[in-house]
């Protein structure tokens, strides 16, 4: 292999993957030269295997003082800068709770709306401090703020870039055209990445709003609400939101569940309170840890050709669940049959000390890890030594090229970041 020669690792898993290899190979986009091939198809590791093997790095000691030589601002969409009403808004309300958590680590921090960058005037204090300031932009930002001091541009992927096309806004999918090549990438879940099942678990920014100590899930301090006890519970309530999308044949089995049947067309815990079972044809939807914590018996409809862990980590706990080296979540049947009925049944009152820790991970982890490697990268000028952070060259420029063919045959080959 020449020195200069990009080294790209391709997994042949499906036949699809080999043709898009040999299309590359014919239309001069790689040579033989640059490619090292695996075949997964006879190796019993997992990928997930391979990537808990990721050898530890070391990382130079921070001074003690680091964080007061940072200051945050996070820019928000301007119909969620009232808290209240980022409630129906659900990367608003992370994006709250980034806020929160980072002063709670004792950064200072300021938020704004997106739709506008903040003058001079407002980062007047952490410029005269001489304090790094790191601005963290959703993916759906495709500028950047520029003005006096020392500044550092975070791109926090909420959702995939590709997902805009869903919604009709297909341009935001090529959002990362507009980005620095050295601004730094956090992803709020594998999922949302450009290459999901090869991404680095580190590079995860993820904080969740709920559970909260005393909130209104904290039934088991309350005698008369406890969760198996199904006596003043009857019937079954359901859920369909985007669950069409994810079934082909969705079997609607909550027909054959206890009656009285009713849809919820939004969530609305006083009533989750009065059945005894739940049913999501979702599969992603919070709403079916939100039942299981009122009481509820919560029920995934089960996706095609897809065991309940690989379902498990495709959730919003699924990046705990892999970072624990865990394989399941409590309080959940995947699927209406016996076993997974009395599985949920039984681990149901686990359920939001289960979502507890995985709320304080986030918040301590994951904010953590990024907050340290705005400061390397902003202070100590690292790109390289980092604990979680990419830059977008690594996470997206490399994927793809300005050809819309090209792009299309690399999304859809695996290959190493």
């Known amino acids: 292999m020449h020195a200069d020669s990009p080294s790209i690792v391709v997994e042949t898993r499906r036949g699809s993957q080999q043709l898009v290899l040999f299309a590359l190979l014919l239309a001069g986009k790689l040579t033989i030269d640059s490619l090292q091939i695996r075949d997964f198809r006879f190796q019993k590791s997992s990928r997930q295997d391979a990537k808990h093997q990721e050898v530890k790095r070391h990382y130079d000691k921070l001074p003690e003082d680091w964080k007061t030589n940072l200051h945050m601002h996070i820019l928000q969409s301007p119909d969620s800068l009232n808290r209240r009403k980022a409630t129906t808004c659900g990367g608003c309300m992370v994006i709250w709770e980034l806020y929160d958590s980072l002063i709670e680590m004792g950064i200072s921090t300021t938020i704004s709306k997106w739709s506008k960058c903040p003058k001079d005037k407002v980062l007047s204090d952490p410029i005269a401090r001489n304090k790094t300031i790191v601005f963290v932009n959703p993916e759906y930002i495709d500028s950047t703020c520029v003005g006096s001091g020392n500044r550092v541009q975070v791109r926090w992927i909420l959702a995939p870039l590709q997902s805009y096309y869903e919604y009709g806004d297909g341009k935001k999918a090529w959002n990362f055209r507009y980005w620095g090549e050295e601004d730094l990438v ?201 604990e979680s952070g990419l830059l977008v060259r690594d996470a997206y420029t490399k994927w793809y090229g300005t050809d819309n063919k090209m792009k299309s045959l690399l999304a859809n080959s695996s290959m190493t970041y």
């Open 186 to 386: 956090f992803n709020y879940c594998s999922s949302a990445a450009a290459h999901p099942e090869l991404l680095p678990s580190s590079n995860i920014l993820q904080v969740i709003s709920n559970p909260k100590e005393g909130d209104r899930f904290d039934l088991y301090h309350q005698q008369s609400e406890v969760s198996n006890n199904t006596d003043h519970r009857q019937g079954t309530a359901f859920v369909v939101r985007k669950g069409s999308r994810w079934h082909k044949n969705m079997d609607r089995f909550h027909r054959r569940l206890p009656e009285p049947h009713r849809e919820l067309k939004k969530f609305d815990d006083a009533v989750l309170r009065k059945f005894e079972y739940f049913v999501s044809y979702d599969p992603y939807t919070f709403y079916s840890f939100s039942a299981a914590m009122l009481g509820a018996i919560s029920i995934v409809h089960p996706l095609d050709n897809t065991t309940k862990q690989d379902w498990a980590e495709g959730t919003y706990v699924g990046e705990y669940l892999k970072a624990k080296r865990l394989d399941n979540v409590p309080g959940i049947a995947y699927g209406p049959v016996k076993a997974e009925i009395d599985f949920a049944k039984e681990t149901m009152p686990k359920l939001r000390e289960f979502l507890m820790e995985v709320r304080h991970w986030g918040k301590t982890e994951t904010v953590g890890r990024f907050a340290r490697d705005c400061y390397r990268y902003g202070n100590m000028g690292e790109r390289e030594k980092l």
